[in-house]
């Protein structure tokens, strides 16, 4: 039972362009949502977050917009860089600090120069 | 910078034999986690402590056991290692406060059982 889903698991973007990332989650309850960035041999690393009280935040190139009504986020990228070729994770918790984060599968994107 | 350390990278082991990962983080984090990475499943959570001495199983914890007897370090233990648990495991620690429970890693360590 997956409560947090990456239905894409692959992404190709040309450099420069726009890297849409999707997740979708079933349990309601959740309320913190988490985009996490892993490259290979590396642990994943912490990228944006949104609470469930808001329907967009951004940090530089990267916005991640919640539609709690769809049980949707997405992760923006604007404009994708080679380096941002890597293995995005969505993640969520049931309230906030020190709560548990569901994972979802993975997209990895590859931006193309 | 927080830094978590998981100490072997890589591992090779046997069917049956016990195996010990350990995971060491430098910034007095209250709460620490153990995931196992998989392709197509993402990041499943084993086990999590939220203090010395405490433990919570997470979504998988069969096969699997956890020790906290310092806050510092958090070690996972396969009793009796088996090819199933061939995996990447992550470490991870997050600080006990407000918002977003932001986790982070350690590089992982990657176990392949024969």
């Known amino acids: 039972d997956q409560q947090v889903k990456q239905n894409s698991p692959s992404l190709s973007v040309q450099e420069g362009r726009i890297s849409i990332l999707n997740c979708d989650y079933t349990n309601s309850m959740f309320d913190y949502f988490l985009w996490y960035k892993k490259y290979p041999a590396e642990g994943p690393t912490f990228l944006i977050s949104i609470s469930s009280i808001k329907d967009k935040n951004e940090d530089g190139r990267f916005t991640v917009f919640l539609n709690k009504s769809a049980k949707h986020l997405s992760l923006h990228i604007v404009p994708s860089q080679p380096g941002d070729s890597a293995v995005y994770f969505c993640?969520?918790?049931?309230?906030?600090?020190?709560?548990?984060?569901?994972f979802g599968a993975g997209t990895i994107l590859r931006v193309k120069s | 910078d927080v830094k978590v350390t998981q100490s072997s990278r890589y591992l090779v082991k046997r069917t049956g034999e016990k195996v010990f990962l350990e995971c060491v983080q430098d910034m007095d984090h209250e709460n620490m986690f153990w995931y196992r990475q998989d392709p197509g499943l993402g990041l499943r959570l084993i086990y999590f402590s939220y203090d010395v001495k405490m433990k919570e199983k997470g979504d998988i914890p069969e096969g699997y056991s956890v020790s906290r007897e310092k806050k510092e370090r958090f070690s996972l233990i396969l009793e009796s290692a088996s090819t199933n648990q061939t995996s990447m495991y992550l470490c991870a620690s997050s600080h006990q406060g407000s918002g977003a429970n932001v986790l982070t890693f350690g590089a992982g360590s990657r176990l392949t059982v024969l």
């Open positions: 993640a969520a918790s049931v309230g906030g600090y020190g709560n548990k984060l569901v």
